[in-house]
């Protein structure tokens, strides 16, 4: 009976770090990640980090929030106005004025449409760009292919490695050099992919949750609302939003929200500092009384840190075998709490693991 | 430009009070359920609802949490046993010890395998149930039926009153008066059901998220890991956990729980209350400095209340054609912020409507 607790929390790990193995017991998906090989992960540019410093908590203690913004060919038009905004201090001094349980954490500039004080509404930086709704989804991806193992590029190296291009329909695409073939193709994806709930056809592109229409995984493809996944607000049709309120998802996954909004990255260190932030009282959890909004201090592109400075992170490779591993262990659960594997796993019950390597 | 909060705010309601619906808008979710008739809420017992007085927050505010307990046929070894537990006054003065970030806030006794206070170790309530891992499902549901709408029971009034009962298996159950049928049933549930990513049948009975095995929906039938559900701690295999350590679920539904540990219950109000506490910084989100523990001051079932501090709530039948005109809404949002019905709905994203009605 004394050891009831610990055995507790052995059994409801999922993000502990990985743990001793016992001998032939079967390794958790997190003793899989660790078994890594080095080549299997994949830097993120200091081009797509967000520093997000929060005002210290009650307690004084520092509150860091780091997010990655979304490649291409993904929300590209909102992902540059977020750089926009952040390289021209516009989301310095704002707030996060709204926490809804269950469902988003959301931030921006409290002072537009509060007839208290709207006169003191930011004005918005210059050059922003307008997108349309038709940017929720894409249907071309722009890529540089590989084969024979030759590489052309570092971003895309794992990505299209396990590509069947066999089955590309593009005709250009067949005609050019079988080493070096720069195309635009309607192909899907590599990997791993399933159906769920609401999609015939989910997978992971180049680390991240995306889904697409039909059976067999053709565009368009659309980003999916996962826990973490950063999205940004907007007005009524048709509008898009311009990346100047952002939100997070802090519950289970709002996927009827996917393809209706943006969604521009994730965060991937100091959620905890936004997931337990005091939900609002108000409508919508909207903070009502404005001392509990929280302040956030500077959002910065991290490659403009001065070097010392730029956090380094990177992600598992989801076209590697060991993520494949993972995504298999995550679905059938065999260490040694577990007694009926699932057989299954919801995308957004994959996470990818990403890690912090170093401050330079 | 000004009006841009507010906006974002009404695009992203999922939980706010129905509002006024604009003429020849197709309605909510929200607005669908508040459009329900009285008939189709269905009391709560005072004898499957549990209070949970949380110590103040650092402001003095109270921080009240009720549970509803899962009924017959789930669970219900542990479930006595958490009555026996709250009223032997067993929770009072045990405390949060553990918040995990997208996965489980759990509570119990600090100092079981705590080796610096373990010998103030609780020693637990006589009379406690050893349930198997087999009853992590059931296979088989004692029903009360009705027929030509004859009401046998309150409970299961409205539940089975769209069952079809000419596909029952059971060759005693049309032997019996076709006005009053009491029977072991193998009869799936009636309702809503879909395939999903970890199983080919799930619904709702009773109002509770479950799952089954195989295609049709027979049994083996099991409760399904949703946001804000509560299950009982345990050590490895063959525990199976008694109802000393319990928690909630703060996060993507971690299903892979499912049949692997016992779902009791769910919280219905004041989850905030839990989902916002502080991450803790150990393994497992254990919180590594004890004060950082919230005390859990009392547990007690409604029922043991003085009548006029009983807590009323009603849950929305999912068997109502209300409630299946909220869960189609749920797949296919049309109010006015949305542009793409999504087409599907993950069960764990149709939470079942609650509501408090008064305390007496």
């Given amino acids: 009976m004394m050891k009831f607790i610990p055995m507790v929390a052995a059994a409801l790990t999922l993000t502990a770090s990985a743990q001793a193995q016992e001998p032939g017991a079967a390794p958790s998906p997190n003793q899989i990640v660790a078994s890594a090989s080095a080549d299997e992960w994949i830097t993120i540019s200091a081009e797509d980090l967000l520093v997000m410093m929060l005002a210290p908590d009650r307690d004084g203690n520092p509150r860091e929030v780091v997010l990655q913004l979304m490649p291409a060919p993904f929300s590209q038009g909102w992902v540059e106005n977020i750089r926009l905004f952040a390289r021209s201090g516009w989301y310095d001094n704002i707030s996060v004025n709204r926490v809804q349980d269950n469902y988003v954490v959301q931030w921006g500039d409290p002072n537009y449409d509060n007839p208290e004080t709207e006169g003191k509404a930011k004005p918005l930086p210059e050059g922003l760009r307008v997108m349309e709704e038709a940017d929720y989804t894409t249907t071309t991806v722009d890529v540089t292919l590989i084969h024979n193992g030759m590489e052309l ?208």
């Fill in 153 to 360: 590029t570092e971003d895309n190296r794992v990505q299209f490695a396990a590509m069947d291009w066999s089955q590309t329909e593009d005709p250009d695409f067949h005609n050019v050099s079988p080493d070096v073939r720069t195309t635009q193709t309607t192909h899907t994806f590599a990997g791993w992919h399933q159906r769920d709930s609401y999609s015939q056809w989910v997978e992971f592109f180049q680390s991240w949750p995306v889904s697409s229409e039909g059976e067999t995984g053709d565009a368009p493809w659309w980003p999916i609302h996962c826990y973490g996944m950063v999205g940004v607000g907007r007005g009524y049709s048709p509008d898009t939003g311009s990346g100047a309120e952002l939100y997070t998802v802090i519950g289970h996954a709002p996927r009827h929200l996917d393809r209706n909004i943006a969604l521009v990255g994730r965060v991937i260190e100091g959620m905890e500092h936004l997931s337990s932030l005091p939900r609002g009282k108000g409508d919508l959890g909207f903070y009502t009384d404005p001392s509990r909004r929280t302040a956030i201090q500077t959002v910065r592109v991290a490659s403009d840190l001065p070097q010392a400075e730029q956090p380094q992170f990177e992600f598992l490779s989801t076209e590697s075998e060991t993520f494949a591993q993972y995504a298999e262990a995550r679905a059938n659960r065999r260490d040694p709490f577990f007694i009926v594997p699932a057989g299954g796993a919801d995308i957004c019950n994959i996470p990818v693991p990403v890690r912090r390597t170093a401050t330079q």
